[in-house]
């Protein structure tokens, strides 16, 4: 932009605008034309609309305020993730408590992004995920058997759900599981085949549960209930499951496997004369 400047001698003068032009500017020009000025005040303001149209207009929303927070800790995060994780750590330490309140909120208000978030921890961190784990089930021994009791009962098809699962993934795993469980547990593996035989067979009774037959085994003092000898005991029904027999601890004696055996799904007495040759067949 140009404007002219009249000089003492009367010859006009081009000066330019280009750079800064300021009213100091104007002032020091000696005896400037009027029409000059108001072609000069009209350019400025032309600019100065051009330029305010220009300017991108400013947002202060709180919802943008809020978008532009959470980019501006994203690209942080990104760039210092060393001392992100110190610092979150520090917190963590200073503020346990308050730290698992907002987690028992955000959980109970957020549930699937919270399994969600679980998830995708487990899938990407597995070997602390494990270590974690195995820590607090040595802690927690106690506190652990409580929740798994409750969860069982809260979600029992959830829970036979996974477990088919498991042993369809590691057939291995738990065959080996189960041969050690048995080996030092062979009352629970006996009480396990008698619930199922019994369930199998629709009897009716209250159940032999494993403490049960724990304590029947120990008043036994290792003999067996028809013939006395000191030999490996399992589990009969006194009156059998066939005959309509129930299945409860007051039906049930720790007998030898060749007594067991013998009987069969004949009633005791009949057996034990026959066994005395008491009882004569009649044909």
Known sequence: MNFEVLTTGGEPDKVSASARCTVGDLRSAPRLA????????????????????????????????????RARDARYRATH?????????????????????CQRKFRATHPDS????????????PELVREIAAKYRAEHPDRLRLYTAAYKARHPERRRASLARYRAANPEKVRAWKNASAARNPETVLAKGARRRARKKDATGSGVSRIE??????????????CFKRKKLSMDHIVPLARG???????????????????????????????RGELVEVT
């Open 34 to 69: 009027l029409p000059v000025c108001l072609t000069f005040a009209s350019e400025c303001n032309q600019m100065g609309a051009e330029a305010k149209s220009l300017r991108r207009p400013m947002d202060h929303s709180p919802a943008l305020s809020r978008e532009r927070t």
């Open 81 to 101: 993730p060393d001392r992100v994780r110190a610092k979150n750590a520090k917190y963590r330490a200073a503020n346990s408590e308050r730290v698992r309140a």
């Open 114 to 125: 919270a399994r969600t978030a679980s998830a995708k921890y487990r899938a990407t961190h």
């Open 213 to 226: 037959w724990r304590n029947l085994l120990r008043g036994s003092l290792g003999l067996c209930a028809y």
């Open 245 to 275: 027999g129930e299945h409860d601890v007051a039906n049930i004696a720790a007998v030898c496997v060749s007594c067991n055996g013998s009987k069969g799904v004949q009633p005791l007495l009949v057996w034990l004369a026959r066994r």
